[in-house]
RNA sequence: GGUGGAGUCGCCUAGUGGCCGAGGGCGCACGCCUCGAAAGCGUGUGAGGGGGCAACCCCUCCGUGGGUUCAAAUCCCACCUCCACCGCCA
């Protein structure tokens, strides 16, 4: 969510980034509403300074000019009540529109509608040369016991699974690995709740636009969220945090739940796309400053390619086009591992700076050094999203025999083993 | 799930329909005092929105949303959160 005043002030700069995302907001609308609420809003404290008198008046009138105010209140009562209506709709109006207005994105980000726009900018190790026909996680997976697909599904539905034996612990190891290395480099870890209110999900931009994306247990008005995000965006809201509380960085962990609803029929086979998995999420919220956001976005960007080197696996780093980005991001970094099974990479990471745009619709804000309340700044990034970079492992780490490498820096957690 | 109690400014609190147009204390900031400090004294001290070139003015907010009333922190209803006890339970 953008500011109203910035909107004014600004409306080309907004349009822009509306035809450059994607977005089907009309600007010339929202100017209009603003402007029209503004003038209801002027009437309306008018109005009601005037009716605050008359009531104080009232109780100093004796009883002749009671009756007289007695009908004058009538008469301003049904005025007030006139524009607090026509107020009380055109607000919802602007609101609804405000929730769709866009970051400005990086002057940088490449121009297009969709992730074909992506440009990659650097690429990281290279694919494993196998002397034999790799084969995919799935039937990697079934060849050792390593997973139930046809038992889960007949449990849970389409794209249901189940890991077994040693996947669990592989997994495990995956997400304690990347635990630690965020502590390391100073997150608070932080297990978040899931199952959440709708007010953290239209904080982060999930709602309204994305509502058919995430469960929801209507029995109790809850949502299932897809990312620890949300509810680290949620943490803090509505507290005004002083400017030494910053920066908070943390290492969230959660499990995810999406329904995939805009990909049905794709990529059901094996763990790539599921509606349950878990994931590490880096996650920081800093004071308003785009250099000191720029810094952020890079350091978090930094610990996923850490971990992804650590763990040897090729990727790429694409620089992701105005279409692809969202609707509240200012800049946005996939990152995208090699699947041998594929022959190409495929997203298993993606890092955001949104500058205060999530931190309006949060309430998430802070006391400057001179004493002047803003917005935060927030961004956020996977560190670690599992099956999918499961899968990755397995692929990449496949021996002839089956077998799976156990990399190095996973072996601590594995009781040392080198071999799977 | 049930019963009872509670939610007021960063923190503690006063407040049972008009004197609340929210008072006091703590904390914090500034000033006086002091060689300097502490103590003491004085002044100030929230958020959001609107208007004005500006000094400044106005409106909203006492957990949230409704309602009653000329008038609500105060009365009524629903919800949220916390506390206590009962029930159930990993």
Known sequence: MLDRRFIRENPQAVKDAVRVKGIGLDVDELLSLDQASRDLQRELDDAQARRRSFAREFARADEETRIRLRAEHEEQDAHLKEVREELAEVSEKLQALMLQTPTIP???????????????????????????????HVELLENRGWAEFARARKVAGERAYALVGEMVMLERALLTYALDHLIEVGSTVISVPVLVREEPLTGTGQFPAHREETYAITADDLYLAGT??????????????????????????????RREAGSAGRDVRGLLRVHQFEKVEQWVMCAADDAESDRWHFEILGAAEHLLQAL????????????????????????NTW??????????????????????????????????????????????????????????????DGKVTVPEVLRPYLGGRAQL
């Open 106 to 136: 990086w002057e940088g980000s490449p121009v297009g509608a969709d992730d074909t726009a992506n440009v990659t900018i650097r690429t990281w190790g290279q694919a494993p040369a196998f002397g034999f026909e790799p084969k995919d």
């Open 228 to 257: 620890a995000e949300v509810a680290l965006t949620g943490l803090h809201s509505g507290e005004i945090l002083d400017l030494r509380q910053l920066p908070i960085r943390y290492a969230g962990i959660s499990p995810c739940f």
């Open 312 to 335: 040897g696996l090729h990727y790429e780093v694409v620089e992701c086009a105005t279409g692809d980005m969202g609707a509240g991001k200012y800049r946005m970094n996939d990152i």
């Open 339 to 400: 699947f041998p099974s594929l022959g190409k990479f495929r997203e298993t990471h993606s890092c955001s700076s949104l500058h205060d745009w999530q931190a309006r619709r949060a309430n998430l804000r802070y006391r400057d050094a001179d004493g002047s309340v803003k917005f935060a700044f927030t961004l956020n990034n996977t560190a670690i999203a599992t099956p999918r970079l499961l899968a990755a492992l397995v692929e990449n780490y496949q021996t002839a």
